[in-house]
C-alpha cells in the first residue's frame, strides 16, 4: 500500500510506518506488527484486521465536560461543508496509509457535517460517499463498517429507535437508510448499531417493553433494506451498560444476545464489543469475548481501554499486555471474529496536541495487540494451558458424568450417586499457576 497525499500533506514529516522489529529505537516503526507474519496459519494482517475509526481520529476536539476543545484539525477551515469533508477524507486516507492499515470506519456525520434537512443531509453524504470511494479505490483501503450517529443531535435526548415520540423515530430511520445506502456503496463488510441513547434515565415516564419492541422493529427493518439493495455482510451490535443513559437496553453481551434472540435477529447479528465497554458493565474483555464466542457471535472488536479510576468511558489507546493476551486466547480458541476486525475507537488525551501523537497512539495500540497475539499463539501451541482446563472436566468425559451432560440422568441419580460416592475431593483450579503461565510467555 503507497502513501496517499491529497493536495496538502497534513503529517508532514511521517513517512510510511514500517516494521523494524522488536529491537528498534524508533518510535514511528512498529516493533511487533509485521502483516506479514504467518501466525497459527494465517498473517497477523488477516488475523486482526485492523481500523482507524474516523470519529475520534479526525473530529475528536479534546473537549471534556471541564473544558472546551483543545485539538484543532488543519482540515477543518473550509466554510463549505462537503469542501471540508473531503479535506478531511484527504487526510484520513493519508493517515491510514502511512499506517499501512487495510480499513477505516465511520458514523455518517463523521464523513460530513449534518443540519437538520434530510434532503441536504442524503445529497452530502451521496457526494462524500463518492468521494470516499475514489480515495478507497486509489489506496487500497476498505471500510470495515459503517453506522448513523443516533444518540449526538439533541432530537435523541430520548432516545433514537426507542423515542416515545414516532417523529424522532422517523428521522432516525432516514439517517440509518442514508448510512446503509453509503455503506453499501463503498463496499462495507459490515454495519453496527450503537444504541448511545437506547435506553431510559427513570423507569417513571418509560414504557420498557413497546421501546424495546420498537428497537427490534428497526433493527428488523433495517436488515430488510439493506438485503433487498446487495448487503451481504453481518450486522453488530455493540453493547455498552450507561452513560450517556442511565440504563442502555443493550447493556452486556448476555443481555444483547437474550434481546436478539427473543426478537428472532440471531442469524443476521453478530457483536461488536469494546474494551472500555465491558468494564463499564463490571466484566472484563475476555468475559464478553467468551459470552459471545459461546453464543457463536463474536463478530468485531472496537479497541480501547478505560481509566480504571474513572467511572467512565475514557477510550483510550490499549496498553495493556497481559489483557490483550488473555483476549486473544479467547479469539484463537474461537477461530476468529466474524467478519469483522479490530478498529481503534480510540482517542489521544486532551493535552496530546501534536499531529505526530496521532501516529504514537496508534502504533502503540497496534503493537500491543500484534504482541498479544503472538503470544496468545504460543501459550496455545504449548499446549499446557488447555491441558489444565480440560483435566479440570475429565469427570464429564465418560461414564455418569458424560451421561450427564447428555441427559441420561435423573435428579434422583445424582442422589443416590452422592450417596453413594461420598464428599467429593477437593480439587484446586490452579488460578495462580495459570497467571504465571501468561506471565511466562509473555
Known amino acids: 500500500m503507497s502513501i496517499?497525499?491529497?493536495?496538502?500533506?497534513?503529517?508532514?514529516?511521517?513517512?510510511?510506518?514500517?516494521?523494524?522489529?522488536?529491537?528498534?529505537?524508533?518510535?514511528?516503526?512498529?516493533?511487533?506488527?509485521?502483516?506479514?507474519?504467518?501466525?497459527?496459519?494465517?498473517?497477523?494482517?488477516?488475523?486482526?484486521?485492523?481500523?482507524?475509526?474516523?470519529?475520534?481520529?479526525?473530529?475528536?476536539?479534546?473537549?471534556?465536560?471541564f473544558g472546551g476543545p483543545t485539538l484543532f484539525y488543519p482540515w477543518d477551515k473550509k466554510a463549505d461543508a462537503v469542501d471540508r469533508a473531503k479535506d478531511k477524507a484527504d487526510a484520513a486516507f493519508e493517515l491510514i496509509t502511512k499506517l499501512g492499515l487495510p480499513y477505516y470506519c465511520f458514523h455518517d456525520v463523521d464523513v460530513v457535517d449534518y443540519d437538520d434537512d434530510v434532503k441536504t443531509n442524503e445529497k452530502r453524504l451521496q457526494t462524500l460517499t463518492e468521494y470516499l470511494g475514489q480515495k478507497q479505490k486509489e489506496?487500497?483501503?476498505?471500510?470495515?463498517?459503517?453506522?448513523?450517529?443516533?444518540?449526538?443531535?439533541?432530537?435523541?435526548?430520548?432516545g433514537a429507535s426507542t423515542n416515545p415520540d414516532f417523529a424522532v423515530v422517523t428521522h432516525a430511520g432516514a439517517q440509518v437508510k442514508m448510512a446503509l445506502d453509503a455503506t453499501i456503496a463503498l463496499g462495507g463488510e459490515?454495519?453496527?448499531?450503537?444504541?448511545?441513547?437506547?435506553?431510559?434515565?427513570?423507569?417513571?415516564?418509560?414504557?420498557?417493553?413497546?421501546?424495546?419492541?420498537?428497537?427490534?422493529?428497526?433493527?428488523?427493518?433495517?436488515?430488510?433494506?439493506?438485503?433487498?439493495?446487495g448487503f451481504k455482510g453481518k450486522f453488530f451490535i455493540e453493547p455498552k451498560p450507561c452513560e450517556p443513559t442511565k440504563h442502555q437496553y443493550d447493556?452486556?453481551?448476555?443481555?444483547?444476545?437474550?434481546?436478539?434472540?427473543?426478537?428472532?435477529?440471531?442469524?443476521?447479528?453478530?457483536?461488536?464489543?469494546?474494551?472500555?465497554?465491558?468494564t463499564l458493565a463490571g466484566h472484563t474483555f475476555e468475559h464478553e469475548l467468551q459470552v459471545a464466542a459461546d453464543a457463536g457471535i463474536l463478530g468485531s472488536i472496537d479497541a480501547n481501554r478505560g481509566d480504571?479510576?474513572?467511572?467512565?468511558?475514557?477510550?483510550?489507546?490499549?496498553?495493556?499486555?497481559?489483557?490483550?493476551?488473555?483476549?486473544?486466547?479467547?479469539?484463537?480458541?474461537?477461530?476468529?471474529?466474524?467478519?469483522?476486525?479490530?478498529?481503534?475507537?480510540?482517542?489521544?488525551?486532551?493535552?496530546?496536541?501534536?499531529?505526530?501523537d496521532v501516529f504514537h497512539a496508534h502504533i502503540?495500540?497496534?503493537?500491543?495487540?500484534?504482541?498479544?497475539?503472538?503470544?496468545?499463539?504460543?501459550?496455545?501451541?504449548?499446549?499446557?494451558?488447555?491441558?489444565?482446563?480440560t483435566n479440570r472436566y475429565a469427570s464429564f468425559d465418560g461414564g455418569k458424568g458424560a451421561e450427564f451432560e447428555n441427559g441420561a440422568l435423573k435428579l434422583e441419580d445424582l442422589f443416590d450417586l452422592a450417596a453413594t460416592n461420598g464428599e467429593p475431593a477437593i480439587i484446586s483450579g490452579r488460578q495462580e499457576y495459570l497467571e504465571n503461565l501468561i506471565n511466562k510467555f509473555i
Open 251 to 278: 447493556y452486556d453481551a448476555a443481555t444483547v444476545i437474550g434481546f436478539l434472540r427473543h426478537h428472532d435477529l440471531l442469524n443476521d447479528f453478530a457483536l461488536n464489543l469494546e474494551v472500555n465497554h465491558a
Open 364 to 389: 502503540g495500540g497496534i503493537d500491543t495487540v500484534a504482541r498479544a497475539l503472538v503470544v496468545a499463539d504460543k501459550i496455545i501451541q504449548n499446549g499446557e494451558y488447555d491441558k489444565i482446563r
Open 190 to 229: 459490515n454495519y453496527v448499531f450503537w444504541g448511545g441513547r437506547e435506553g431510559y434515565m427513570t423507569l417513571l415516564n418509560t414504557d420498557m417493553k413497546r421501546e424495546q419492541e420498537h428497537f427490534a422493529q428497526m433493527l428488523k427493518m433495517s436488515v430488510a433494506y439493506a438485503r433487498a439493495n
Open 4 to 65: 496517499l497525499l491529497g493536495e496538502q500533506e497534513y503529517f508532514k514529516g511521517v513517512g510510511k510506518i514500517a516494521f523494524e522489529g522488536p529491537e528498534t529505537d524508533n518510535p514511528l516503526a512498529y516493533r511487533w506488527y509485521d502483516e506479514n507474519r504467518i501466525i497459527g496459519g494465517k498473517s497477523m494482517k488477516d488475523h486482526l484486521r485492523f481500523a482507524v475509526a474516523y470519529w475520534h481520529t479526525f473530529c475528536g476536539s479534546g473537549l471534556d465536560p
Open 139 to 158: 489506496s487500497g483501503v476498505k471500510l470495515l463498517w459503517g453506522t448513523a450517529n443516533l444518540f449526538g443531535h439533541h432530537r435523541y435526548m430520548n
Open 308 to 356: 480504571y479510576q474513572n467511572g467512565w468511558d475514557t477510550d483510550q489507546f490499549p496498553n495493556d499486555l497481559a489483557e490483550w493476551t488473555k483476549a486473544l486466547l479467547v479469539i484463537l480458541k474461537a477461530g476468529g471474529l466474524q467478519g469483522g476486525g479490530i478498529n481503534f475507537d480510540a482517542k489521544r488525551r486532551r493535552n496530546s496536541t501534536d499531529m505526530e
